[in-house]
């Protein structure tokens, strides 16, 4: 099946900092990505929607300066996490679909950020 | 706002025993349906989609969905667990124009024991 990896898997930064979070879909490509937060006990809320070669659509209430997404090619999308905050604390994840569509996302592993 | 509602946040069953997970939406437009698993240190995983054509679709593991259209539900079931179905369990619902994005339940944290 369509595998999507994550890197780092989890990450620990002070605050001020920012942080790359790699989105890759390894044996398909994928024109579009989703990138999700997830808070402990609570479902995946959607932050945007990465199209490869265009702008991010973001979700209303995210904060695109704060929350870089680059989809420089089809089969990787990045989320940096600009000057990061304990409150951005949280586990992010990504989906892809493939060019044949389906409607299908196929999710990564996830990446665990902790801002101290 | 589309919504998407689980109404069981944890639920406990011995193995065996049947299993029916609720799911409702609000929107009155065209929806796609998914049930995804996400079994523990794992990513989510799909266990079953419907699109159109017959309500009740089946998916792994023996699961099936059954959209009932005039309820706004899709509830999934499985008529035997199995100590390894537990899991967190999350529907998801794509909404017409809404360009292939999902719109996710709670959750529903199933623990099955021996």
């Known amino acids: 099946g369509a595998v999507v990896s994550q890197h780092p898997s989890w990450v620990i930064c002070k605050s001020g900092t920012s942080v790359k979070i790699e989105c890759r879909s390894l044996?398909?490509?994928?024109?579009?990505m989703f990138w999700y937060r997830q808070f402990p006990k609570q479902s995946l809320m959607l932050m945007a929607t990465?199209?490869?070669?265009?702008?991010?659509?973001?979700e209303q209430g995210v904060e695109k300066d704060k929350f870089l997404i680059n989809h420089a090619s089809l089969t990787l999308s990045t989320l940096t996490v600009t000057s990061a905050h304990p409150e951005d604390s949280s586990f992010y994840i990504c989906?892809?679909?493939?060019?044949?569509?389906?409607?299908?996302?196929?999710f990564g592993p996830g990446t665990r950020l902790t801002v101290l | 706002a589309q919504s998407v509602s689980q109404h069981n946040h944890h639920v406990i069953l011995s193995e065996a025993a049947s299993l029916e997970l609720g799911c409702n939406y609000s929107?009155?437009?065209?929806?796609?349906l998914f049930w995804y698993v996400q079994y523990p240190g794992q990513h989510l995983q799909l266990l079953l989609k419907?699109?159109?054509?017959?309500?009740l679709v089946k998916g792994i593991k023996g699961f099936e969905a059954e959209f009932i259209k005039s309820k706004f539900s899709f509830n999934l079931r499985k008529p035997s667990v199995q100590w390894s179905d537990t899991a967190e369990y999350f529907c998801?619902?794509?909404?017409?124009?809404?360009?292939?994005?999902?719109?996710f339940g709670t959750g529903t944290q199933l623990k099955v024991e021996l």
């Open positions: 989906s892809a679909i493939g060019l044949a569509g389906g409607g299908e996302q196929f």
């Open positions: 044996d398909f490509q994928a024109t579009t």
């Open positions: 990465s199209n490869e070669g265009s702008k991010a659509t973001y």
């Open positions: 929107y009155g437009g065209t929806v796609n």
């Open positions: 419907y699109f159109s054509g017959d309500p």
């Open positions: 998801a619902v794509g909404f017409t124009g809404g360009g292939n994005k999902l719109t």
